[in-house]
């Protein structure tokens, strides 16, 4: 196995139990489940901005034109980033790449903007589905992402098991 220091970049530190988790979960039909459906939105919306949503765009008056490029910008942006998560995932499980190194705070989700107010029922049906569907699929890996990467002031703490596992082996000889 290669040393793994040498694949971190100076400063950042995966424990061996995080980088389990990580491979526990490229492993996984959870994975398997919410890969499909990324890329499967990514397609949809790469279709619909290419054909239905540009004909409803061409229709909107100029304010709700404006909108309709902000909104498709960022769901474009919200789902490049889900994807790229994904296929960080990916090539963990494939063995492209060490789940330790994809511990690396470079391939966590960016945290989303603040919401902005704009009308979106002015916005084609097509392009407001399609943000409702990549924002609840960005807070699901949103969410395993903060559940597998826990924060480095974590990692100060003793894994709950692991050291119970290690006062057992003190306790009863290795």
Known sequence: MSDLGALLPAGADAGPWRANVVR????SELFDRIFREGM???EETAHYLDGPGRQESKLLNRRDALNYAGESMRLTTRLMQVASWLLVQRAVREGDMEAALACDPRYRLSPEPADPAIPVEALPIGLTDLLERSERLHDRVTHLDQRMFLDAAEDDLPHPVLSQHDKLKAAFGA
């Open 24 to 27: 526990d979960f490229a492993r």
């Open 40 to 42: 499967v939105l990514v």
